[in-house]
């Protein structure tokens, strides 16, 4: 197969890798692409090539990258992640709030995995999935899909189902924090006030310039290769055949979080860029491995599945926030927090101009992220 493909040399193929990481972070500053995310805009990327015949399906290349990439950028991302900061959820609004997220989640892929598993292939896997990409991001679906070892077919067309019914649900709440008809007001009369929201004017701007130093990016890799190393070795040992992937990936998130609690470790800076930078490459891979036939044939009923998931978890998210009186800004946050990232929530809290939010936003989004590896690989055997 390989020898049928413009590029099929170890040097060729890591060139074509790095360049697509490259480009696709690159044009994110078009709309379009801004829209569609670098993760899907790198797999569909793939896609193309490796259906045009210039990079082959599947190369010891890939296999290579992938062994590491998933495992460090899970690391990485999560050594920013201090506890003590929680405190600052720690009131009942947040507290209902993102519990109400996390449990909506989880109850709603358990029903609909029932419901579908038997018709699509991987299909308890896929549910797993669902439940870390909605507690935490696409990032938790890679890594709980790799924790259970499924198939790169299916992690594309999960990938795909999750963008193309989550997009539209993130603009849904992008237009949310505009909530200024007497309807919406009357459907859910608790919020903040406009002193609570702004506060006393002393916060980071969100989107401002990052520093960061070599020697941070030289810890971080040190230390996500070192935890990647403890858990795999200790899920050699501890685990058996049929949970080793999925330990190893409990064992990486909680290493990591313990090593977070270390003043030194987290305030190295750069480490959600360069995990994320990690991640994309592993999903360049999982672009090259998708056969366009197969993949079209497969993707309606995880389409339908997703669509069912994010539906019914939102509703009934909703419901128990509204039952318990939960203030909209906590109930729109946490939705967001779980469904995309913590970055994100922050933006939209950014957007609102609720300025007190923006912290609680990426906390919100941290925790979350932490949460889904657990909550994924646990509804998936369940």
């Given amino acids: 197969m390989e020898s049928t493909t413009l590029f099929s040399s170890e040097s060729a193929l890591l060139l074509v890798m790095f360049l697509m990481v490259a480009v696709g972070f690159w044009i994110q500053r078009f709309k379009v692409f801004k829209v569609l995310g670098p ?33 460090l950028s899970i690391s990485i991302c999560l050594l920013s992640l201090d506890l003590r900061q929680m405190k600052k959820l720690l009131n009942r609004n947040s507290i209902i709030a993102l519990a109400s997220a996390a449990v909506s989640v989880c109850l709603m892929a358990f029903v609909f995995g029932v419901l579908f598993a038997s018709k699509i292939d991987e299909g308890w896997k896929i549910a797993g999935m669902f439940v870390g990409t909605y507690t935490g ?9 790799v924790g259970l070892d499924a198939a790169k077919g299916t992690i594309a067309a999960a990938n795909a189902a999750d963008y193309v019914i989550g997009i539209p649900s993130l603009i849904l709440m992008f237009a949310a ?25 002393d916060h980071e701007e969100l989107m401002a310039s990052k520093e960061w130093s070599i020697q941070e990016i030289a810890w971080l890799l040190a230390i996500g290769f070192g935890t990647v190393w403890a ?19 409990i064992l990486i998130t909680t290493f990591s979080i313990i090593i977070a609690q270390i003043p030194a470790v987290r305030k190295l800076r750069g480490n959600f860029d360069l995990g994320l930078f990690v991640a994309l490459l592993f999903l360049t891979t999982i672009g090259f491995a998708v056969d366009l036939k197969q993949f079209f044939g497969s993707t309606f009923y995880i389409t339908l599945f997703c669509f069912c998931v994010i539906v019914s978890c939102i509703v009934l998210h909703l419901l128990v926030t509204r039952l318990l009186k939960v203030k909209f800004e906590y109930v729109l946050l946490s ?18 101009q609720w300025k007190t939010m923006i912290t609680t936003g990426l906390l919100m989004g941290v925790l979350a992220g932490a949460m889904g590896n657990y909550l994924g690989i646990a509804v998936a055997y369940a």
Avoid at 186 to 201: F, I, S, V
């Fill in 39 to 71: 993760a899907l805009t790198v797999i569909v990327t793939g896609i193309i090539l490796s259906n045009l015949k210039i990079v082959p399906v599947s190369s010891p290349t890939y296999d290579a990258l992938n062994s590491y990439c998933v495992p």
């Fill in 137 to 145: 991001g696409s990032s938790n679906l890679t890594a709980i899909a």
């Fill in 177 to 201: 924090i505009y909530k200024n008809s007497k309807l919406l007001r009357k459907l859910w009369p608790y919020e903040m006030t406009e002193a609570e929201l702004q506060g006393d004017g």
């Fill in 231 to 249: 858990a795999t070795t200790i899920a050699g040992m501890v685990f058996g055949p049929g949970f080793r992937s999925a330990g190893r990936i």
């Fill in 335 to 352: 939705a967001v927090a779980c469904i995309s990232d913590g970055p994100t929530a922050a933006l939209i809290a950014s957007s609102a």
